[in-house]
C-alpha cells in the first residue's frame, strides 16, 4: 500500500501529561535566597532580543517547509475524481452506533468523511442505492436516509425501509393487476456472476501475502 503522503506513525509526537508539583510548605527559619539585583531594563531588552531572533529562525523555518512542501506537490492528476473505490458504509442507529462513519477494507481502519470526494452507489445484500444528491463540496452534509427517493433511487422495488413521499405529493393507492403483484413478489437480487471465495484458514492468519506487509510513508 502506498501511503507516501501519510506521516510515519512513530514519530507522531505524544501528548505528554504534565505532573502538578505540589505546594512547597514554607518554613520561616529558611535561608532565604538573596535579591536579585540585575536590571529589569537589561533582562527586558535580552528577552525582547531573544524573542527576535527566534522569530526570524521561526520565519526562515516556515520558508524552507514551504518550499519543501511546493517541491513535493503532486504533478496534475487528469484521472483526479475519476477514480472508484469501495468502502464499508457503517450507518448509525443500530448496535450503538452514534453516527455514520466508513472503514477502508485493505486496511480495517476508519476514514473520515473529508476523505472523500463523493458517492455514487450503495448497496447490501438486498437492495442497490443510485446517490441523487450533489457531492461537487464533498460528502459533509450528505443525508444517508436511503428510504428518501429524492436523495437515493433504489433499484429493485421492495426496501428494507419504508419510502419518503416527495414534497407536495399526495399519498394514494394505484389498483395494480395480478400480474403486476406477481412480478413485484418474485423480484429479487439477481445471482452472483463470480465464483465464491474460499480462503484456506493459514492464508487468513497470514492477513498478508508471504506474511509480511510493506507501508511506504512520508518520513520514515
Known amino acids: 500500500m502506498d501511503q507516501s503522503r501519510s506521516q510515519c506513525p512513530i514519530l507522531k509526537k505524544k501528548d505528554t501529561v504534565q505532573k502538578a508539583e505540589g505546594k512547597v510548605n514554607e518554613n520561616k527559619y529558611d535561608?532565604?535566597?538573596?535579591?536579585d539585583l540585575r536590571s529589569k531594563y537589561l533582562m527586558k531588552m535580552e528577552e525582547r532580543k531573544v524573542k527576535?531572533?527566534?522569530d526570524e529562525e521561526q520565519r526562515i523555518k516556515d520558508a524552507e517547509l514551504a518550499r519543501l512542501?511546493?517541491?513535493?506537490?503532486?504533478?496534475?492528476?487528469?484521472?483526479y475524481g475519476m477514480r472508484v473505490h469501495c468502502w464499508v458504509l457503517v450507518l448509525a442507529g443500530k448496535r450503538e452506533v452514534p453516527e455514520n462513519f466508513f472503514i477502508e477494507?485493505?486496511?480495517g481502519n476508519c476514514a473520515e468523511a473529508y476523505e472523500f470526494l463523493g458517492i455514487e452507489t450503495l448497496w447490501n445484500n438486498s437492495n442497490y442505492w443510485?446517490?441523487?444528491q450533489d457531492c461537487s463540496h464533498g460528502i459533509g452534509d450528505m443525508s444517508y436516509d436511503l428510504g428518501d427517493i429524492a436523495r437515493w433511487e433504489y433499484m429493485f422495488p421492495h426496501s428494507d425501509k419504508p419510502l419518503l413521499m416527495l414534497p407536495g405529493e399526495e399519498e394514494f393507492d394505484l389498483?395494480?393487476?395480478?400480474e403486476e403483484e406477481?412480478?413485484?413478489e418474485e423480484s429479487d437480487m439477481p445471482g452472483s456472476w463470480v465464483t465464491e471465495i474460499v480462503i484456506p484458514l493459514e492464508d487468513l492468519q497470514r492477513r498478508c501475502p508471504e506474511g509480511k506487509e510493506d507501508y511506504f510513508v512520508q518520513e520514515g
Open 52 to 54: 527576535e531572533r527566534q
Open 105 to 107: 477494507p485493505t486496511t
Open 130 to 132: 443510485v446517490n441523487m
Open 31 to 35: 535561608v532565604k535566597p538573596p535579591r
Open 69 to 79: 512542501a511546493e517541491l513535493e506537490k503532486p504533478a496534475p492528476d487528469e484521472l
Open 182 to 184: 406477481e412480478v413485484e
Open 175 to 178: 389498483p395494480l393487476d395480478e
